[in-house]
T-cell receptor
Framework: KAGVTQTPRYLIKTRGQQVTLSCSPISGHRSVSWYQQTPGQGLQFLFE???????NKGNFPGRFSGRQFSNSRSEMNVSTLELGDSALYLC??????????????FGAGTRLSVL | SQELEQSPQSLIVQEGKNLTINCTSSKTLYGLYWYKQKYGEGLIFLMMLQKGGEEKSHEKITAKLDEKKQQSSLHITASQPSHAGIYLC???????????FGQGTRLTINP
């Protein structure tokens, strides 16, 4: 079974631009979550999507948004990029039923550098 | 909000030695997850603990959950170079459907 796939792996953008990151969950997983990882703040939850609906949101500004498609694939968008948005963005998927429903499986991440 | 504190923050051990990493929660633990991360890469799921006193093992890694102490420990026996990386504990705040993570423990194995 293929794991969580994130594209692209690396991105370089300049301040003020916007960026879209993509995540394909494990087949059969309907929940997708996004996290931001930085050396200073560690791993922080951005949001979770299930059945194309955002179910939970972390403490991030409105410049960070996401969506989920009917095939459970998800995208996150960051508009008006700031230098502080440079980070590793991780996507995780999980089952929503069964004994292992709470285990989140992570992709390899997208490393975003904002210049 | 729930916070997780890991200790130590970094650890350097000689190959073959045993080691322990601790994760302490500011609130009751309803689910505790251990992950391993190679630098700059994604997280690899190791183990999930849900009940007080629960202990799980995978190869040479054992994790325990002490519900009363709101703490979990990860123990590696006879460490190998392949164990090197960053170990992160994550908790599932009840009903929150998200994970909060500790700051990570960077493990280096010297040959």
């Amino acid at each position: 079974k293929a794991g969580v796939t994130q594209t692209p792996r690396y991105l370089i953008k300049t301040r003020g631009q916007q960026v879209t990151l993509s995540c394909s969950p494990i087949s059969g997983h309907r929940s997708v979550s996004w996290y931001q990882q930085t050396p200073g703040q560690g791993l922080q939850f951005l949001f979770e999507y299930f059945s194309e609906t955002q179910r939970n949101k972390g403490n991030f500004p409105g410049r960070f948004s996401g969506r989920q498609f009917s095939n459970s694939r998800s995208e996150m968008n960051v508009s008006t990029l700031e230098l502080g948005d440079s980070a590793l963005y991780l996507c995780a998927s999980r089952r929503t039923g069964g004994a292992a429903k709470n285990i989140q499986y992570f992709g390899a991440g997208t490393r975003l550098s904002v210049l | 909000s729930q916070e997780l504190e890991q200790s130590p923050q970094s650890l350097i051990v000689q190959e073959g030695k045993n080691l322990t990493i601790n994760c302490t929660s500011s609130k009751t633990l309803y689910g505790l997850y251990w992950y391993k991360q190679k630098y700059g890469e994604g997280l690899i799921f190791l183990m999930m603990l849900q009940k007080g006193g629960e202990e799980k093992s995978h190869e040479k890694i054992t994790a325990k959950l002490d519900e009363k102490k709101q703490q979990s420990s990860l123990h590696i026996t006879a460490s190998q170079p392949s164990h090197a990386g960053i170990y992160l504990c994550g908790a599932d705040p009840r009903g929150a459907q998200k994970l909060v993570f500790g700051q990570g423990t960077r493990l280096t194995i010297n040959p």
